[in-house]
């Protein structure tokens, strides 16, 4: 049997520019390969690496170029990032013009404390730190 390894988390964004900016300026993490003109870019995010690619490029490569790029339906992923603070990465994200969309909420059966917010393509993103769960 085969054996895979996780090695990294591509998501397929509708403005490469702005989502480069996004994930390099305001989430701060450092630009492996590519940037905001490339047609794909990778990002050091420390234990994993998260990279970028055009959303109609890879629509063409699986066939599928012709579909509608976007249909009202809910999430089916996000991305999750560990901080120290949620309140105080909410007001930094905010300070560079962030909107949240969920505040710093304690969420005790989750044993987090987390927050919500997306980036320029709309992928939901979720930051959260440990809280005490309840006994």
């Not at 630009?31 to 870019?41: I, K, M, Q, R, S």
């Not at 234990?47 to 109609?56: E, K, P």
């Not at 901080?83 to 969420?107: F, H, M, S, W, Y």
Request: hydrophobic share 40%.
């Amino acid at each position: 049997m085969a054996t895979y390894d996780y090695t990294h988390t591509r998501l397929l964004v509708t403005d490469m520019a702005a989502s480069v900016r996004f994930y390099r300026d305001i989430m701060g993490f450092k630009v492996n390969t590519g940037g905001e003109g490339d047609v794909y870019t990778e990002f050091d995010t420390g234990a994993h690496t998260l990279s970028l690619y055009g959303r109609q490029m890879m629509a063409d490569v699986v066939g599928e170029g012709n579909l509608p790029s976007s249909a009202a339906v809910q999430d089916n992923h996000l991305l999750w990032f560990g901080v120290e603070n949620v309140d105080a990465t909410v007001a930094e994200l905010q300070a560079k013009g962030v909107q949240i969309i969920v505040p710093p909420t304690d969420r005790p059966l989750w044993g987090l404390r987390t927050a919500h917010f997306r980036d320029p393509s709309g992928n939901l993103i979720e930051i959260g730190h440990g809280i005490p769960m309840p006994e």
